[in-house]
């Protein structure tokens, strides 16, 4: 029978347990161990039961079960100095606030998602970008710095995955209740629950309760449509993540977005919170938080161009995708419906909304709203997240910046990290604390240091391949009991299981592959030629074991099929021992599946994975990467880390080709070089090779792929400077410098380079020597001051076009002429070899600009071959 309606009480905790329901609440639970393990002596049954989820443990432990704690003075010992350490790292002074000087840091910083993965107990994420939001928050936590995360609370959050008998994903969306959940309702001083709204087309309106989530420091805001004013259709926006049609996803980001804002504004006045000086968009789902400040600056008597610049200044966009099909569109005239007079922001004009959106460049679609366009429109930083991916982001957003070469497209790169406290398995932390204390190994996984992991380096080799050994083992059994529920759940009797104790070997080298299943990352490219892969499966001596985890979209009928063609392998009973899928990958199973792995695979489509985290993630237990150069392996890869998979690049546009001739160079590594170095004996009867890699991985590599390498860079690199840029940004700053550039775009039709000449004090351009450079330079209606002329330089390839650009600027030595032209001289210094080249041009130069790119606007000398143009010298 079914109940016709749900809630949840509350456990009553006797006063001396109180401390409980605090440390329950706050998240840092999730990454502290001390604090799970206290609950876990609760009541370790019901832990287990719980999914390790405190919230819902405190509700199934029994009244007398608690009064039994409540006068265990072992237990409330233990309590105490859990609940004090927990005082001790809220107010206690961290990285942050021993780094602030004066005012320089930021007073706080807003940073929005669209999904968060925090832990298990709260799945509110579906894949990278999530978990990636996540370690940011906890990250920034442990270092001190003042976030306040924003994103969304989705009622049935990601689906659950199951297989069919066949092998085809099905889903399967939970109901979730925030009362359930580590949640708490953000309250008005009245106690109503904190609430917000939107307006909507036809007079309708979108209510959102703001709930609150305690990740450790950090608090994350969380909006939720489920509310009773709400329509039926407005209580469902916020019902799945990036589930939905178009114009569902539009309002996912509008609340995202606008009602973020607010929901920041709403937090930092009830609670007095510093208001942000930097908001930060991870991706552009959450862009129309732009348009909000700006009708808030209009509010207070800014016009929209002046208030786009206050709001740029203090901006930081992240883009996560190389792949454009992963940016979201949005038809036009569904945005302006939406932003029109009787939608939302009805004050501000739609048709610069709508401009912010418009893809201006060549190949644009002039019919959409693209939202990575508007966020690197809003924000004046933006970044991509690995080396990488931050020079494929320049040449994907160049015509942006038309004019300059996409090394000069103003998007830097931050390359992601991971958050080592919550993915470091815990036999890992005890062993880096028997070498170096506890302290300097909580301190080496938060902040880092590469003296605190070099320290690693004196492990002996048996501890180490002893840890391995026991992660490998507890994967097995993972892996087995997953197994047995996959099957039971896809119609087989307990009779038919008998085979899945013998699955896996904790002797037997592990692979491992996990991640969210689009074609780019070629799940399936391990099965292109069955039989060599059978035999490395089955190797008499040197076998391998893969395991195998992933999610397709459930609109991805593409992704699901190559699901279904690696279960149906795996089923196979001569390899079903050796390989198999896991349903269902999120936290809970990563937890166990990284470090149990002897080798991390990832074999994408180069350049199309942006960062790629897992292989991370595997690295800090020990595990060795196996990877295309792609993401963040293309930054770090050294042969001390792992093997690089060579990519068939001259293959060009045949994709079965090249598909085939990079799965061919996988089963060659496997083969001829991971599998020897597993299996190999040195004179201790250790992989003495193996180990050292293991041990080079975590001292060398470690230290690079945390978080909190991660945040440190974001803090000083971008959301410092863009907190300067935002004091400096006045309303009559602003006002200043959008009356500036209306004015420079509008007489940059008068700006050339007219005449370029060079003289030397040597007969021969020798390295070393310098070249004297004259210019003469026609500015139009422009002043010296609204400029900077440029000599640009550096070695030129067969056509002439230069590389490794270096840029000296010229000063101005007279003018104007009769003519109306400007004289500029500046020296230039031949400081390379072989072929080299010079041009020079002219760019807007404001001091409140963060790159000279920033307009968009270049002047150069003319092409014609037979004008003044750049000198070559070969």
């Known amino acids: 029978m079914k109940a016709i309606r749900r809630f949840t009480v509350r456990p009553v905790l006797p006063e001396a347990l109180h401390p409980l329901s605090d440390l329950a609440r706050n998240l840092r639970w999730s990454w502290h161990a001390e604090t799970r393990d206290l609950f876990q002596s609760v009541d370790p049954a019901r832990w287990a039961a719980s ?28 309590l105490g100095a859990v609940a004090d350490d927990l005082a001790d790292y809220l107010s206690g002074e961290r990285w942050y606030q021993s780094h602030a000087t004066g005012a320089d840091l930021p007073a706080a910083v807003a940073y929005f998602s669209p999904e968060f993965g925090i832990t298990a107990a709260l799945p509110q994420y579906s894949g990278g970008l999530g978990i990636l939001a996540g370690d940011h928050l906890k990250a920034a936590s442990d270092l001190g710095v003042p976030l306040i995360g924003v994103g969304l609370l989705y009622r049935h959050g990601y689906f659950r995955q199951t297989l069919s008998r066949d092998g085809w994903q099905q889903e399967h969306y939970p109901v979730l209740d925030p009362n359930e959940l580590p949640l708490a309702p953000l309250r008005e001083p009245d106690g109503a629950h904190a609430r917000l709204s939107l307006a909507l087309p036809g007079g309708r309106r979108l209510g959102a309760h703001i709930w609150l989530a305690q990740v450790g420091r950090v608090p994350l805001l969380m909006l939720d449509s489920d509310v009773d004013d709400n329509d039926l259709g407005e209580r469902g926006v916020t019902d799945r993540l ?40 991870n991706e552009g789902h959450a862009g129309f938080l732009g348009l909000e400040r700006i009708a808030e600056l209009c509010a207070d008597g800014l016009d929209f161009d002046s208030a786009l610049e206050a709001v740029r200044a203090g901006t930081v966009f992240t883009t996560h995708t190389p792949v454009p099909a992963g940016i979201d569109r949005f038809d036009r005239e569904l945005v302006a419906r939406h932003f029109g007079p009787e939608g939302e922001l009805g004050d501000l004009p739609v048709d610069r909304i709508l401009r912010l959106g418009t893809e201006t460049y060549p190949g644009g679609e002039p019919s959409l709203f693209n939202m990575a366009v508007m966020g690197l429109r809003l924000g004046q930083r933006a970044n991509g997240v690995s080396l990488l991916h931050g020079k494929v982001s320049r040449q994907m957003f160049s015509g942006l910046w038309p004019g300059f070469d996409a090394d000069e497209v103003p998007i830097t790169s931050v390359t992601n990290g991971v958050h080592a406290p919550t993915w470091v398995a815990p036999e890992v932390l005890r062993l880096g604390a028997r070498q170096i204390g506890a302290e300097r190994t909580e301190q080496a996984l938060s902040v880092g ?30 892996v087995r009991g997953r197994l047995y529920a996959s099957w039971r759940q896809r119609g087989a009797g ?20 996990a991640r969210r299943v689009p074609s780019y990352k070629r799940l399936t490219l391990m099965l292109r030629d069955r039989d060599r892969l059978t035999e490395l499966l089955l190797h008499p001596e040197r076998p391998v074991q893969i395991v195998v985890a992933g999610k397709a979209h459930p609109a991805d009928d593409g992704g699901k099929r190559l699901i279904q063609e690696l279960v149906r392998f795996a089923d196979d009973a001569r390899v079903r021992h050796r390989l198999v899928f896991l349903p269902d990958y999120g936290m809970a199973m990563a937890q166990k599946l990284y470090p149990g792995c002897d080798v991390w695979l990832n074999n994408p489509l180069r350049p199309l994975e942006a960062c790629g985290t897992s292989g991370m993630k595997a690295a800090l237990g020990g595990a060795l990467n196996l990877s295309v150069l792609d993401g963040w392996w293309d930054e770090w890869f050294q ?76 803090v000083e690199r971008l959301y410092t400077p863009a907190a300067h ?14 009356g500036w550039k209306a004015r420079v775009r509008g007489a940059w039709h008068g700006v050339r380079v007219d005449h370029v000449e060079a003289s030397t004090t040597t007969t021969r351009a020798e390295l070393g020597s310098t070249l004297g450079l004259r210019v003469r330079v026609g500015l139009g209606e422009l002043a010296p001051d609204d400029v900077e002329v440029q000599a640009v330089s550096g070695r030129v390839d067969a056509d002439d076009r230069i590389a490794d650009a270096a840029t000296v600027p010229l000063k101005p030595v007279s003018g104007p002429d009769l003519e109306g ?54």
């Open 242 to 281: 990036y589930g939905g049609g178009s114009e569902h996803r539009l309002k996912q980001e509008m609340l995202l977005g606008i009602g973020g804002v607010r929901a920041v504004r709403a937090y930092c006045r009830l609670t007095g919170h510093p208001e942000p000086e930097v908001f930060h968009t």
């Open 51 to 78: 999914g390790g989820d405190p919230v819902r443990l405190l509700g199934s432990v029994p009244p007398a079960r608690l009064l039994e704690l409540a006068g265990d003075r072992r237990f409330l010992r233990r």
């Open 494 to 513: 307990a009779a038919e299981l008998g085979w899945i104790d013998g699955v896996l070997d904790p002797d037997v080298l592990t692979i491992g592959f």
């Open 725 to 738: 840029a935002h004091r400096a940004m006045t309303p009559a700053a602003a006002r200043a410098l959008a």
């Open 821 to 874: 032209r400007w004289h500029y001289e500046g020296p230039l210094a031949l400081d390379r070899t072989g072929p080299f080249g010079y041009t020079v041009r002219v760019l807007p130069s404001h001091p409140l600009l963060a790159s000279g790119a920033e307009l968009g606007l270049v002047a150069g000398p003319p092409q014609d071959p037979g004008e003044e143009a750049g000198v070559l010298l070969r």
């Open 639 to 714: 042969p001390d880390f792992g093997w690089a998979i060579p990519t068939a690049d001259g293959a060009g546009t045949d994709e079965d080709r090249r598909d085939d001739l990079e799965a061919a160079a996988l089963y060659d590594l496997l083969a001829g070089r991971v599998a020897p170095r597993f299996y190999e004996r040195g004179r201790s009867g250790l992989p003495d090779r193996w180990i050292e890699m293991v041990r080079r991985t975590l001292t060398l590599l470690g230290p690079k792929v945390l978080a909190g390498r991660m945040v440190r860079e974001y």
């Open 449 to 478: 240091g590469s003296d605190r992991w070099d320290a690693l380096a004196d492990i002996p080799d048996q501890e180490i391949w002893d840890l391995r050994r026991v992660l490998r083992e507890q994967l097995v059994l993972e």
